[in-house]
T-cell receptor, first 110, second 111 residues
Framework: RKEVEQDPGPFNVPEGATVAFNCTYS??????FFWYRQDCRKEPKLLMS???SGNEDGRFTAQLNRASQYISLLIRDSKLSDSATYLC???????????FGKGTSLLVTP | SQTIHQWPATLVQPVGSPLSLECTVE??????LYWYRQAAGRGLQLLFY??????ISSEVPQNLSASRPQDRQFILSSKKLLLSDSGFYLC??????????FGPGTRLTVT
């Protein structure tokens, strides 16, 4: 079983739509969780950390379910500029290595 | 503020040639440094990480090596490149949190 699994998509949504991405992880000892955004042929950029209580940053909401080992990202009121690949990232028990999912591709259309 | 630099941005090298990629971080001291590779259609794979000068941990056995000659400098090397070494090489740093920040990357094509 892969450490971090994501639906690769692509998710094609119209502007203004709400879209949700899910991610599961296999290591129950994982301590930290993140969502990164990667544009085509660019480096990943940190979108947000994911806290146990859930957290929101503008149009973005992240949730963590430790019991189910499941992380989600909700994007409201999608913009064209949200088109990118979203990477689910989990810090392993070692405290050093980040385990990356392969990413979910989002395309927001006019 | 902290910035991370990588060079070169792109590189085309023949099989069997050596490789040296450099990463430097500005605006912080004693960062943890990381080398990742992203092959076409695949996720990011951690290659090496370093918690201090001269301290290197390897995650994946292969023909690559890493060195950290200075606090904010991290170098990825190979004596003889393989076709399978092609990919997008990313350096990242972190300081007091687990959030990692990536450099702009080097796109390597081995021909």
């Amino acid at each position: 079983r892969k450490e971090v699994e994501q639906d690769p998509g692509p998710f094609n949504v119209p502007e203004g739509a709400t879209v949700a991405f899910n991610c599961t992880y296999s290591n129950s000892a994982s301590q930290s969780f993140f969502w990164y955004r990667q544009d085509c042929r660019k480096e990943p950029k940190l979108l947000m950390s994911v806290y146990s209580s859930g957290n929101e940053d503008g149009r973005f909401t992240a949730q963590l379910n430790r019991a189910s080992q499941y992380i989600s990202l909700l994007i409201r009121d999608s913009k064209l500029s949200d088109s990118a690949t979203y990477l689910c990232v989990v810090m392993g028990g070692s405290g050093y290595a980040l385990n990356f999912g392969k990413g979910t591709s989002l395309l927001v259309t006019p | 503020s902290q910035t991370i630099h990588q060079w070169p941005a792109t590189l085309v090298q023949p099989v069997g040639s050596p490789l040296s990629l450099e990463c430097t971080v500005e605006g912080t001291s004693n960062p943890n440094l990381y080398w990742y590779r992203q092959a076409a259609g695949r996720g990011l794979q951690l290659l090496f990480y370093s918690v201090g000068i001269g301290q290197i941990s390897s995650e994946v056995p292969q023909n690559l090596s890493a060195s950290r000659p200075q606090d904010r400098q991290f170098i990825l090397s190979s004596k003889k490149l393989l076709l399978s070494d092609s990919g997008f090489y990313l350096c990242a740093w972190t300081r007091t949190s687990y959030e990692q920040y990536f450099g702009p990357g080097t796109r390597l094509t081995v021909t």
